[in-house]
């Protein structure tokens, strides 16, 4: 549907750098100093912007041809008409460019300067071409070509190759086409700094092969024209380029890919400030969105585009194009009656295009018929549209001065409602931190009550039961020391029982110690715990430990579950595994604590005494209770648990 407007913007792209490489015209007299360089620079600067600010370009091209022919500055005459013809053409704005330059090619032939004579005739022959009025143009670029071989202008060589690449491509003679599209190509490889000539050579090459229908060489020749151009200066070039890459995705159904380079084109576009180019690419993105049956979206993007087009009254092929994607995108949204209005306005562009000559003629006679009407009437309407004017500009000066006085008495009643929120979130965060602070004393005295707590049972136990369990043993053992030989096994057995106990009475009162909750605590008692239990029990003990870099705090209750996982695992090596080697891994990782504790013993069954598969279970019962994690892992060389607890990630102090 858009191939057209794609060429359309092929062709801004591809005369850009036409009307530019005409060298600058020589002077047939010689103005003042002053003025020469007053337009020069007013040329420079349009220059400087025209790919990015094509209105402000066009007004500065404008002022250096005024004062060109204000002080018969020929020289600034012959530039300012070259560039100013480029600008009029690029914004689609044909009848004032061949107005300009067949008011040059006038100036030009009393002046008899061949290259003023090519540069005329170069620019006629491009207005039509822009146009698309093609046998026209055929004989001003033949023309034009001829005075530029006499002024040996030989860089031209390249811009009549891809002039008449065009009008082949639009003849439909593609392969000859293409033939003068790669001779203008390898005429400007030979300059390396001109790149946006190449980038045009490349970009036309894979227009051409775009409608042959070779969508894979055609994409390789667009990739290559982008890889010449200058995405800070070459503005105008890119929008057509990201067009046709665009369309291409399209083609081939991949639409994020087209979205996106419709969307860079756009954006570029916008900067440039021009509604054409703009307008087509609303168009293009609401077709995409229309065919990913997003309706939504594509009739959002065709109002843009409607408004757009209603703005510049632009031609009738540009608002079929619209009608008939506002008919697909209503009918996907099953607004039927909208889809039948859309498609009547379709179908009466359409024939209007069709019949378009037929209707010139028609209007023509029409217009000679009614112009006498029209010259009676004309002073009457002129009187009613003044007074009318008045009218309307007394109504929008009431108008504006009844907004102001709304928008300031509202703007007031908001300013008084927003304060008024203020001092009430204000008043709320104030007591809502009130409390919190009121709670986090709460919280603190509970805990340094309860760290209290712990530090008095702690004490007690050790004054009180310590000693108590201390003399027990100390007793048995005198008891034991007399009786000889004839000791009895229950001297044996209480002998036993309070050592255990005294041992059993260290680990809690080492729990409840807030003095040792930190990791490295943990990890300290544990290795030297280890260490005496394995050297007790006769077996070797092989420790990998590591102790934290920082201070991480703990919890009583956890320090407690995971000494206990690790004196359990140690317990079942002992009594069960018939081990000769224990391997201890304790090792602090970024957030958690990793321990192993590996035999080279007989390995476990699952079946094995009730008693053992209980305190596995409080293995794992245990470090659940602590957030971690206990893995008993059988093998034939032994068995492993690896045992993990979390903690903060956050150091922080007792």
């Not at 040329?43 to 005024?66: C, F, H, I, M, P």
């Not at 002080?71 to 600008?87: A, D, H, P, W």
């Not at 006499?150 to 491509?169: C, D, F, H, M, T």
Request: some cysteine.
């Amino acid at each position: 549907m858009f191939r057209r407007v794609f060429s359309l913007f092929r062709l801004f792209a591809l005369l850009g750098p036409v009307l530019t490489v005409i060298g600058p015209a020589r002077a047939e007299s010689r103005p003042s100093p002053r003025d020469t360089s007053f337009v020069m620079e007013l040329l420079r600067k349009g220059e400087a912007v025209e790919t990015r600010q094509v209105s402000t370009a066009l007004d500065y091209y404008r002022r250096a041809y005024e004062r060109s022919k204000q002080t018969g500055f020929t020289k600034g005459y012959f530039e300012s008409i070259r560039l100013m013809v480029y600008q009029l053409n690029n914004m689609g704005r044909h009848t004032e460019a061949g107005k300009i330059a067949r008011e040059a090619l006038t100036l030009a032939r009393q002046d008899t300067s061949k290259r003023h004579l090519g540069l005329s005739y170069f620019a006629l022959a491009n207005t039509a071409l822009y146009s698309g009025r093609l046998v026209e143009a055929v004989p001003y670029y033949q023309q034009a070509a001829h005075f530029m071989r006499l002024s040996g202008k030989l860089k031209n060589v390249a811009v009549i190759n891809q002039n008449l690449g065009y009008i082949y491509e639009q003849q439909e003679m593609y392969e000859q086409a293409v033939a003068h599209y790669r001779k203008a190509l390898a005429f400007d490889l030979t300059d390396p700094n001109d790149r946006r000539s190449v980038a045009i050579d490349y970009f036309s090459i894979a227009n051409v092969l775009s409608k042959q229908d070779r969508s894979r060489e055609s994409q390789q020749y667009y990739l290559k024209a982008k890889q010449w151009i200058d995405p800070q200066n070459d503005l105008d070039f890119a929008v057509n380029l990201y067009n046709n890459i665009a369309y291409q995705y399209s083609e081939e159904a991949r639409y994020d890919s087209a979205l996106y380079y419709q969307r860079e084109a756009l954006r570029i576009s916008r900067r440039l400030e021009n509604p054409r180019h703009e307008l087509h690419l609303l168009m293009a993105m609401a077709q995409t969105h229309n065919r990913m049956k997003e309706f939504g979206r594509a009739r959002s993007l065709l109002d843009q585009s409607y408004a757009i087009a209603r703005k510049n009254n632009v031609g009738r092929a540009e608002l079929r194009n619209i009608y008939r994607e506002y008919a697909l995108a209503t009918e996907g949204l099953r607004d039927y009656r909208a889809t039948a209005g859309w498609l009547d306005k379709y179908i009466a562009v359409d024939d209007s295009i069709n019949n378009q000559e037929t209707k010139e003629l028609l209007e023509g006679y029409r217009v000679r018929l009614k112009q006498a009407e029209a010259r009676q009437n004309l002073a009457e309407k002129q009187r009613q549209i003044a007074r009318l004017e008045t009218e309307r500009n007394r109504q929008r000066q009431w108008l504006w001065l009844a907004g102001i006085l709304t928008a300031a008495v509202a703007g007031m009643a908001a300013f008084g409602y927003l304060y008024y929120r203020q001092r009430q979130r204000a008043a709320g965060q104030a007591l809502l931190a009130a409390e919190r602070e009121r709670e986090l004393a709460v919280v603190q005295s509970e805990l340094q009550g309860q760290q209290k707590e712990r530090l008095r049972i702690s004490k007690e136990m050790h004054d009180d039961l310590g000693a108590s369990l201390t003399a027990i043993g100390l007793l048995s053992e005198v008891v034991k020391s007399r009786m000889g030989p004839a000791i009895t096994p229950e001297i044996e057995k209480i002998s036993s029982i309070s050592s255990d106990m005294v041992t059993t009475m260290n680990e809690i009162i080492w729990s409840l110690n807030t003095g040792n909750d930190s990791l490295n605590g943990l990890i300290a008692y544990t290795r030297a715990y280890a260490s005496d239990f394995m050297e007790d029990a006769g077996l070797r003990l092989r420790t990998e430990v590591e102790e934290s870099a920082q201070e991480v705090w703990m919890r009583g209750v956890d320090r407690r579950n995971v000494f206990l996982t690790v004196k359990e695992a140690l317990n079942n090596v002992v009594k069960h595994a018939r081990a000769t080697e224990v391997r201890l891994v304790m090792k602090p990782e970024s957030d958690r604590l990793r321990i192993e504790v590996c035999d080279n013993g007989q390995g476990f069954a699952s079946g094995g005494k009730p008693g053992q598969r209980n305190g596995l279970g409080n293995m794992r019962n245990r470090m659940a209770e602590s957030g971690g994690s206990c893995e008993i892992i059988p093998s034939e060389a032994g068995t492993c648990v690896k045992i993990l607890y979390p903690f903060a990630v956050a150091v922080t102090g007792k």
